[in-house]
């Protein structure tokens, strides 16, 4: 807004006329995202799609788990968003703790949820 010269509620009904327009939806955050034609964005929690990381790269118990920056440059956010993402799988007993000089590594496989079939 500040690099625009127009106020938050410039904004805001910028966003409410795109939203009707199916070019803008709303953010976890109270913020707004532009949706693109053609682009399909997973919209699942950031911890979700973590998790997935291990059953995607083939990550075994034991295994070393990517870096913050790798994972921030691969899911196109921040460190500290990803930080607070790691925490809650190492909560969970998914990822051991990361500390200074020691990199986290898979501490269980995550649980398959898979629908039942029709």
Partial sequence: MRAYGVSRGVALRVFATLQEKGAAEPAPG???RVVRSGQEADRRPLAERLADVIKDDRLEVGARFPSTTELSTRFGVSRPTVTKALDKLESAGLLS????????????LPKRTESPES
């Fill in 30 to 32: 109270t913020r707004w």
């Fill in 97 to 108: 703790e990361a500390r200074q000089g020691k990199q986290r590594t898979v501490r269980a």
